[in-house]
């Protein structure tokens, strides 16, 4: 929420199938570390490991569930203009690429978003694109 006052989005309404993916055990840590114990580590095919009550962890189909049950949310609102999200990094990257009815995988094809950056999903000629991404 403070990233969307950040932007000065006005009236954003917090929703949990927003929240970043749960790294389970390996919350906190970064992929350079978790390499280090796990050679040939990625995320996008190897997953995470579970982790404690507080952070059981997430499937890839988790992630791309809640980025599902958000795009239908989306759709519905698009008739009345556009729609501005908020997200961070690895759910952004779902949320493009389920936009393109493509498998949450493909997620691994687009760069990590950067921090304040934007990205824009949009439609041309009936068809989903992602039209900018990782603008500054």
Do not use: K
């Amino acid at each position: 929420m403070r990233t969307a006052e950040l932007a000065g989005l006005v009236g954003a309404e917090a929703d949990p199938d927003l929240l970043e993916w749960d790294y389970g055990g390996y919350e906190g840590l970064t992929a350079e570390e978790i390499s280090a114990s796990r050679p040939g580590w990625d995320l996008w095919r190897d997953g995470v490991v579970a982790g404690d009550v507080e952070h059981p962890g997430e499937r890839l189909a988790e992630v791309a569930a809640r980025v599902d049950a958000v795009l239908e949310r989306i759709r519905r609102l698009l008739g009345d203009g556009d729609v501005a999200v908020v997200a961070h990094g690895h759910l952004a990257r779902v949320l493009a690429v389920r936009w393109l009815g493509l498998d949450a995988s493909a997620s691994r094809l687009l760069g990590h978003p950067h921090p304040g950056s934007l990205g824009f999903l949009s439609v041309e000629g009936g068809q989903p694109c992602v039209s900018a991404w990782n603008v500054l």
